[in-house]
């Protein structure tokens, strides 16, 4: 079984349109989208949900104000500016800047502050057209969204285990966060997709050396190479001198958005277009090694 996380130093890049590509070539696969906190691949794969988990991102604290005595203690010592005095004059807690370090709670010499476990998010296991998909769903601002890519990886295992599959691809998230770190850590090989900009290839770059640390087998695609050609030659002259091999180049095309729009990976949308027949190429090349 061959793990490939499919990764992009910014957003923006095409990874997710890439890895649907993937996805609809990959024979007898688990697909995995590690994008937690932004997570679109479901857009064109269309799950159906066939199990929901809660996932724990976190403690989050609650003034229960009838028991409040309006003492201002908690506010005060609040590093982070998460209480704040309500239309009611009371304190109240800013979910959203809360860190449940639970010293408003430990503080409150009423206990009218009690943290509770955040069980908002979820992760999902789901057929597709192609195969089951592991996903997941978080908030914005949740914690912990690393480890909820290690918790929806090690399903995606198990699963692949169970069905016997040859791949696991995953679509993973741009940067160098935690999301990313999780997604890298014991996979098979990166696929890194990279645009011809200046900002691409910084952030590319900062990716690649996150990956090394890792010592995980990497393989480029340079998206949209046609928009610019000279940067273009910069990007394969970086990969060339850090021994990256460049397993293709894709222009760039409205049949992406096109095929988007109708829910489909573009080798779907247009089996027979040139880009469609590149994709074919470069997952028999990344598939091989």
Not at 155 to 169: P, Q, T, V, W
Not at 218 to 241: Q, R
Request: hydrophobic content about 35%; proline content about 5%; charged content about 20%.
């Amino acid at each position: 079984m061959k793990e490939i996380t499919i990764l992009s130093g910014k957003g923006g890049a095409g990874k997710t349109s890439i890895a649907a590509a993937l996805a609809s070539l990959a024979p007898n696969a688990v697909f995995c989208d590690n994008d937690v906190d932004a997570a679109d691949l479901h857009l064109i794969l269309k799950p159906d949900i066939k199990e929901t988990h809660p996932f724990d991102s976190g403690s989050l604290a609650f003034i229960h104000q009838e028991e409040c005595t309006n003492c201002g203690i908690c506010k005060e010592a609040c590093r982070f500016e998460a209480i704040f005095t309500n239309n009611a004059g009371y304190p109240e807690v800013n979910p959203y800047q809360c860190e449940g370090c639970r010293l408003c709670e430990r503080l409150c010499q009423v206990g009218a502050i009690r943290t509770t476990q955040n069980l908002n998010n979820q992760w999902f296991v789901s057929n597709t057209r192609f195969g089951t998909m592991v996903h997941a769903k978080m908030g914005p601002g949740e914690e912990n969204s690393g480890k909820l890519v290690t918790r929806i990886r090690e399903k995606a295992k198990e699963l692949a285990r169970e069905n016997k599959a040859m791949f696991i691809i995953n679509d993973g998230p741009p940067g160098i966060g935690c999301t990313a770190i999780s997604s890298i850590t014991g996979t098979s090989s990166v696929l890194l997709v990279i645009e011809p900009t200046v900002s691409g290839l910084h952030d590319a770059k900062r990716l690649v050396k996150l990956v090394n640390s890792f010592q995980v087998p990497i393989y480029a695609i340079i998206n949209k190479h046609d928009i610019n050609t000279e940067f273009t030659a910069t990007v394969e002259h970086y990969l060339n001198n850090n021994n990256i091999p460049l397993i293709g180049k894709i222009p760039f095309s409205e049949l992406f958005v096109e095929s988007m729009l109708h829910e489909k990976s573009l080798v779907e949308y247009a089996p027979d277009h040139p880009i469609s027949l590149n994709l074919k190429t470069i997952w028999e090349k990344i598939s091989d090694n």
